[in-house]
């Protein structure tokens, strides 16, 4: 039994009845049978024996290699265990996952077993990187004694990054809004970032003229048609550029024809005829357009004549309360259009009454 009786410790030796503390003797005691208090030789029972260190016998191993692809089921093997106290100690095992090399590892809920070599599979859910992990824990020690073992790291690359085709909407026209819908992703390593390039097709080629998914279609894109470029980038890195659906030509709005009633009569823009009203007597004038403009309408008269306006709109009434000449300008504004402005003109002759 030398494999056990090496490991006595032996405090003292002395005679019968005599005091000593020799410890420079102590290595030089042989001993030669150990008994119980009964005087019965002690052999050990079979097995480990309780006071041998907790030590692996075989690691931890991942079955399928290194490498693995989402979707795929790959086994491992559980480490097996020699040393400690057999009626104390615990084997278990769990998963750990992270998402890349620079992160910390995510540590999976532990399975306990029975310190033999179990196969355990797993199904493939996230990219990144996973390892096996078996442990005996020894709790009756002090500290407790623990043994790990840990498979090879296995590399689970991210699925390619696949971007959809985005939709833009809206009129192609000047001071209209547009949009570009997201892309579906899929693929790549979530989240992913989203960044929107409006641009035009002719010259200059492929000329970017703003941002954002919605955005006002400006002036100096009339004539070209556009699309909205999008770079989606997953949280790898990995980035794709999908351009959507064009839109265009781009147009101004326009204001067509010009017609004008003043106290529903028609009025002669061009040769602006002098009209003469009675004084004080509410007039009503309605300035009319054939394009798809939508402006704004200012009345005023010249020369300081105060003229009464009943509302700044298409349609209004004129009150002249002044007798004389009077030459009213409508001023018809829309900043989407070419011409931004345009204007007609009204002359009067205002009378205290008629003769």
């Known amino acids: 039994m030398s494999q056990y009786l090496q490991r006595l410790n032996i ?28 005087g019965n030789p002690w052999e050990p ?41 057999a009626d104390s100690t615990i084997y278990r095992y769990r998963f750990q996952t992270r998402a890349s090399a620079d992160d910390g590892w995510t540590n999976g809920a532990w399975t306990s077993y029975d310190n033999t070599a ?34 090879p790291t296995v590399n689970v ?8 085709t ?8 000047v001071g209209e809004t547009v949009t570009c819908s997201q892309p579906t992703v899929s693929g790549g390593v979530a989240p992913y970032t989203y960044v929107y390039i409006w641009k035009v097709v002719q010259a200059p080629a492929e000329g970017a003229w703003s941002t954002g998914s919605t955005v006002v279609v400006p002036r100096g894109v009339v004539g070209n048609t556009g699309f909205c ?36 009569l028609a009025y002669d823009t061009t040769l ?7 004084m004080n007597d509410p007039l009503p004038a309605v300035v009319s357009i054939t394009g798809d403009a939508t402006p704004t309408y200012s ?44 204007s007609v003109v009204i002359n009067f002759f205002v009378v205290d009454a008629f003769d």
Not at 166 to 173: I, R
Not at 302 to 316: C, D, E, H, I
């Open 118 to 151: 179990v196969t355990v599979t797993h199904t493939v859910a996230d990219p990144g990187q996973m390892k096996f992990q078996s442990q005996a824990r020894d709790p009756s020690t002090d500290p407790i004694t623990q043994a790990n073992s840990f498979s």
């Open 166 to 173: 985005p939709v833009a909407s809206g009129l192609p026209f």
């Open 229 to 264: 470029e999008v770079t989606v980038e997953d949280a790898a890195g990995t980035t794709e550029i999908v351009s959507s659906n064009p839109l265009g030509p781009v147009e101004y709005r326009e204001f067509g024809d010009i017609s004008l009633t003043v106290n529903d």
């Open 45 to 85: 029972v079979p097995g480990p024996d309780p006071w041998d260190e907790l030590v692996v016998v075989d690691k931890s191993k991942s079955n399928d290699g290194t490498s693995a692809n989402i979707g795929d089921t790959i086994s491992f093997t559980t480490a097996t265990y020699t040393g400690g106290d």
């Open 157 to 164: 690359p991210a699925p390619p990054l696949v971007v959809g």
């Open 11 to 38: 405090a003292s030796v002395e005679e019968v009845g005599v005091d000593t503390n020799m410890p420079h003797y102590l290595k030089r005691v042989d001993v030669v049978e150990v008994v119980d208090k009964d």
């Open 299 to 342: 009345w005023e008269a010249r020369n300081n004549y105060p003229l009464l306006v009943g509302q700044q709109s298409a349609s209004t009434v004129l009150t002249f309360p002044q007798e004389g000449a009077a030459t009213v300008t409508c001023t018809i504004r829309d900043p989407n259009t070419e011409e931004i402005n345009t």
């Open 272 to 278: 602006a005829p002098a009209l003469t009203i009675l």
